[in-house]
């Protein structure tokens, strides 16, 4: 937490001093501050600021690290730049960039932005972004990047260390190299470790590693990043349907796949329709839209509940103290849904549960919910009987009334986990986002579910 904390301090303490510099027309102090200064931390700088005055700064920068600093920008500065730039400016910053993050800013930008790009881009740009754009989105296609250094098996170290420094300044990676035979054919990898340690004559035939794992372009990208998480990569190839290595996914791009998937299973477990959009520039309407959906979902979905109370109104009528325990029952059981429905989700996230697992996750979570039923229904027939009973001296609360909560939150439970656990493992089997099938979903479902055992034990046991 503390380094955490440190990196906060150094990143106000950046802003504030660049704002100074740049209040102070101190062009040259304020560039060689910079020219010191991570990407993303002068990202940070330029989102402090103004349009007219990003554009100053922006301007400061050397070519190199202008173009990286722009691929940090979100999608508006971006706009707001290419605007202003001439036609050579524009130019000159797509020179700059991989062709992945030039695809990357022009599925963000509008019609007209897109048309001015593809103008000025070199025909060799508007090629591989093209190529890159034709893939379905969420496809390992759609965030490889072409930029590789691909060796031939014939080569030997030295030659290939020369091939490396005459292409590598324009590649994403040159630490690990890819061996393809005479028709592109992905055969076997080399590092820039065995390349350093091995004899400059010797063969890269000899040195490559040919038991190679890679992915098809039409791969799902959730997938792919967790195989960086299970392999430890550094970069994936990526071949077409013909074993042809077309590009590669380096570890930054699995990175932000990691994170947008998550913000995604986030905005769904939390009954929002997933937004790209940073909060603080989401227009009122635009949040609105992605939240209103969901409440009213879950509003009418809700209208079980009451119709189940209304139908034993007469129940509630000779004994109201019943009443006074169903924000409990309804409380615990959605929350013990939610537990084995989170912890599901989690496992399928993570590629360590399948629907082929499905019984014996719901015999685990079995297991689990009798072990917590058991506990809660007894500490719930103590409670009632302790606090409502003896404590608040309750005539209505009998030791049947405390039988009736203890036994209903028992059986609530234990049907909660078994919903909780099952249902996203459904979910998955039939093509849905299992996050759609956590809370507050799963809690409604369960509400009504305690509800109708609640009301149940209270007409057997009180026989009313």
């Known amino acids: ?255 932000d796949v990691m994170q947008e998937e998550t913000e995604e299973d986030f905005s769904k477990i939390s009954a929002i329709t997933p937004n790209d959009t940073e909060y603080l520039k989401t227009s009122v309407f635009k949040l609105w839209a992605s939240r209103i959906p969901w409440l009213m979902i879950l509003m009418i979905s809700a209208t079980f509940t009451g119709m189940i109370i209304s139908k034993f109104e007469s129940a509630l009528a000779v004994l109201p103290i019943l009443t006074a325990f169903i924000p409990m029952l309804m409380g615990t059981g959605g929350n013990a849904g939610s537990q084995a429905s989170v912890t599901v989700i989690r496992g399928i996230s993570l590629g360590q549960v399948e629907f082929r697992d499905f019984f014996r996750v719901l015999w685990k979570e079995c297991r689990v919910s009798l072990l917590c039923g058991i506990v809660l229904g007894v500490a719930a027939v103590g409670k009632v009987m302790l606090v409502d009973n003896f404590l608040m001296k309750n005539p209505e609360v009998t030791i049947f009334v405390a039988l009736v909560v203890g036994i209903t939150l028992f059986a609530t439970i234990v049907s909660a986990k078994i919903i909780g656990c099952a249902l996203p493992l459904l979910a998955k089997k039939i093509g849905l986002d299992p996050a759609v099938m956590a809370s507050p979903l799963i809690t409604t479902l369960i509400d009504t579910v305690s509800l109708l055992v609640y009301f149940y034990f209270a007409t057997v046991i009180l026989n009313i």
């Open 1 to 255: 937490m503390d380094e955490i904390i440190d990196i906060e301090i150094v990143d106000i303490k950046l802003i504030e001093k660049a704002l100074e510099l740049l209040e102070e027309k101190k062009f040259s102090e304020l560039r060689s501050l910079l020219e010191e200064q991570n990407p993303a931390d002068i990202n940070d700088v330029i989102d402090e600021l103004s349009d007219e005055k990003s554009v100053l700064i922006y301007r400061l920068l050397p070519k190199e690290l202008a173009a990286e600093v722009f691929v940090e920008m979100d999608s508006d500065k971006q706009e707001y730049l290419i605007n202003i730039f001439s036609d050579s400016q524009l130019k000159d910053v797509l020179d700059e960039l991989y062709y992945d993050d030039t695809a990357d800013i022009i599925e963000e930008m509008p019609a007209t932005v897109v048309k001015r790009i593809l103008k000025v881009a070199s025909p060799d740009v508007r090629k591989a972004v093209n190529e890159l754009l034709k893939y379905p989105e969420d496809s390992a296609g759609s965030i490889m990047t072409t930029e590789f250094v691909r060796l031939r098996k014939s080569y030997t170290v030295e030659e290939s260390l020369e091939f490396i420094r005459s292409v590598g300044v324009n590649k994403e990676t040159i630490y690990t190299c890819y061996v393809t035979d005479d028709k592109n054919h992905l055969i076997g990898i080399v590092t820039a470790k065995d390349l350093l340690l091995s004899e400059r004559n010797e063969i890269i035939a000899d040195i490559m590693e040919d038991n190679v794992i890679s992915v098809n372009t039409l791969a799902d990208t959730e997938s792919i990043a967790l195989m960086f998480g299970k392999y430890d990569f550094l970069a994936l190839p990526v071949v077409d349907n013909e074993d042809r290595l077309v590009g590669i996914i380096t570890v930054d791009d699995a990175i």
